[in-house]
């Protein structure tokens, strides 16, 4: 069985199913997705996962304000924080973290913004999920200073493997996506082969982001199956060992959605 780790079911394209989640959902099911966590971005959308994994006994959430969501020059309030993970369905903080690649002039509200999230970690004792774009030495900074007690994951990886490395020697987990997938994905593959298996998970980031044969279309739950087949075909593993060990450790860094 396998698990989405990271997915934005309240902003799927449902076209291919008729409009209906339920039927995106059971066709991942079909393809063997026991899981999904459903990620928060902004505080707009909070109460909207929230609603969905309350809806569906295999659907958690995480609740957080990605960088690219965050109000112009403002980062969210610690209460609001801890006021909307104070809820069974939420496993995780964020997405959170720094984005510098579309907003470089914001890099100092988001900065103040993921030391709150990483605050709120600290209190809570909820893993993190960490977005990092052309911002590698400010997150390992961050990262580092807050010390935090229980892991995180830095999701949809897309950097090197120094940069996986100092992830890791944090206590960090490593999420893969469809990316993996693409002819241009060299040095992220090199990545996948030295991830260590206790540490690995997989994603779609659905709806964006699609693998390799869907590349171009909307991303949907049910091909994180490719992305899980094409990782242990690059690790040289069988699918079924690959499922369950990134499954495993989903619930290894994610305990409360065992519930």
Not at 18 to 43: K, M, Q, T
Not at 73 to 84: I, S
Not at 92 to 101: R, S
Request: proline share 6%; glycine share 6%; with cysteine.
């Amino acid at each position: 069985m396998l698990v989405d780790s990271h997915c934005h079911l309240d902003r799927l394209d449902l076209s291919r199913h008729g409009g209906s989640l339920d039927a995106a959902l059971d066709a991942a099911r079909a393809r063997g997705v026991e899981h999904f966590l459903c990620i928060g971005v902004s505080a707009e959308n909070a109460a909207a996962v929230k609603a969905l994994a309350e809806r569906y006994a295999d659907v958690h959430c995480s609740v957080g304000i990605h960088p690219l969501d965050l109000e112009p020059g403002r980062a969210p309030a610690l209460d609001w924080l801890l006021g909307e993970l104070d809820h069974p369905r939420v496993v995780a903080i964020g997405e959170t973290g720094l984005d510098y690649h579309y907003q470089p002039d914001a890099a100092q509200v988001q900065r103040e913004a993921f030391r709150l999230h990483l605050q709120a970690a600290r209190v809570t004792g909820k893993p993190v999920i960490v977005h990092t774009r052309e911002a590698r030495a400010d997150t390992l900074q961050l990262l580092r200073e807050a010390d935090l007690p229980q892991a995180g994951v830095l999701h949809c990886f897309t950097e090197d493997w120094p940069m996986a490395k100092a992830a890791l020697d944090l206590g960090f987990y490593i999420s893969l996506s469809g990316i993996l997938t693409f002819r241009n994905a060299t040095a992220l593959r090199e990545v996948a082969r030295q991830v260590p298996a206790d540490r690995l998970l997989v994603e779609t980031d659905s709806p964006y982001l699609a693998p390799i044969p869907h590349r171009g279309k909307p991303n949907l739950p049910q091909y994180v199956r490719e992305v899980a087949e094409f990782l242990a075909g690059e690790r040289g593993i069988a699918y079924e060992t690959l499922a369950e060990l990134t499954t495993a450790n989903f619930y290894r860094l994610f305990p409360l959605a065992r519930a």
